[in-house]
């Protein structure tokens, strides 16, 4: 079984300031790491994953993520957030050696990202 | 083209109802899900189908009832319609297939589901 933890629920953060949204998860088996992102009113957007490889995952739009094994998180970052940031982010892990219709993924509850101008 | 869209984006419906949530893809994607996202933004998994077979079923009332006509469709059918099944439903699909095969689940836009 899995479970993901986002303590923090809401996070205000002045434009063009830097932003942290913490994701811890606990597993039994070896995990995918995923951020997706939910603007208002729309569906989810994969923003990063990590699969393997490097540790540090980038998104194009200056997303970044790093997973820490010993510490079981998978925390997101920006240096400088800016108004159209302004989403729910939800952290997302999902079993590495399910396959054939089982890759389902485990959520966090969320964090609301709000960008003050 | 959308990837994977839902019909329909808003459904307004009375306690009793019958209703059914259409999903299509066109990744060809071998694998199919319902998720169910409740009023506090919690996301979690109702289903999976793989080449229309249902793989995952996760305590969800007898009351849904998926059905994959295809891979590339996956509708949820729900009767009897409850105050509490107003949420919003999303529709995804991965390819699947085991390890390092499945990179990404994609989302359809959800469906809003209120029922009064």
């Known amino acids: 079984a899995q479970s993901v933890t986002q303590l923090d629920s809401q996070v205000p953060v002045f434009e063009e300031a830097p932003v942290e949204l913490r994701c811890n998860y606990s597993s039994s088996v070896s995990v995918y790491l995923f951020w997706y992102v939910q603007y208002p009113n729309q569906g989810l957007q994969l923003l990063l994953k990590y699969l393997s490889g490097s540790t540090l995952v980038k998104s194009i739009n200056g997303f970044e993520a790093e997973f820490n094994k010993s510490q079981t998180s998978f925390h997101l970052r920006k240096p400088s957030v800016h108004i159209s940031d302004t989403a729910e982010y939800f952290c997302?892990?999902?079993?590495?050696?399910?396959?054939?219709?089982?890759?389902?993924?485990?959520f966090g509850t969320g964090t609301r990202l709000t960008i003050i101008p | 083209d959308t990837a994977v869209s839902q019909t329909p984006k808003y459904l307004v419906t009375q306690m009793g109802n019958d209703k059914s949530i259409k999903c299509e893809q066109n990744?060809?994607?071998?694998?199919m899900y319902w998720y169910k996202q409740d009023s506090k933004k919690f996301l979690k998994i109702m289903f999976s189908y793989n080449n229309k077979e249902l793989i995952i079923n996760e305590t969800v009332p007898n009351r849904f009832s998926p059905k994959s006509p295809d891979k590339a469709h996956l509708n949820l059918h729900i009767n009897s319609l409850e105050l509490g099944d107003s949420a919003v439903y999303f529709c995804a699909s991965s390819q699947g297939g085991g390890r390092y095969m499945n990179t990404e689940a994609f989302f359809g836009q959800g469906t809003r589901l209120t029922v009064v």
């Open positions: 997302a892990v999902s079993d590495q050696w399910a396959n054939f219709g089982n890759e389902k993924l485990t």
């Open positions: 990744l060809g994607h071998d694998t």
